[in-house]
């Protein structure tokens, strides 16, 4: 179990440094903010299930959380 939350740690931290490099590269606005927004993505969700064992709760709020995510990613993609 601990030696998950370290992986799970270290996997964050490569993320976040993945997010600070995307930052800096000189790539269209529109493919930057997608790609930070699917690193946002699998840094939530492994924060939501890992962390706050959202693995082992009820399939309706696995699924909620979920679909909120995807809601909040379209609504900043359109706009």
């Given at each position: 179990m601990k030696k998950e939350l370290t992986y799970t740690f270290a996997l964050l931290l490569l993320l976040?440094?993945?997010t600070f490099l995307i930052v800096n590269l000189p790539l269209d606005y529109f493919i930057k903010k997608c790609l930070i927004l699917a690193?946002?993505?699998v840094k939530f969700l492994l924060?939501?299930?890992?962390?706050?064992?959202l693995k082992k709760a009820h399939s309706f709020w696995k699924i909620s959380?979920?679909?909120?995510?995807?809601?909040?990613?379209?609504?900043?993609?359109?706009?």
């Open positions: 976040t440094f993945a690193l946002f993505s924060v939501a299930f890992q962390f706050m064992e959380t979920i679909t909120i995510l995807i809601i909040i990613n379209l609504i900043i993609i359109i706009s």
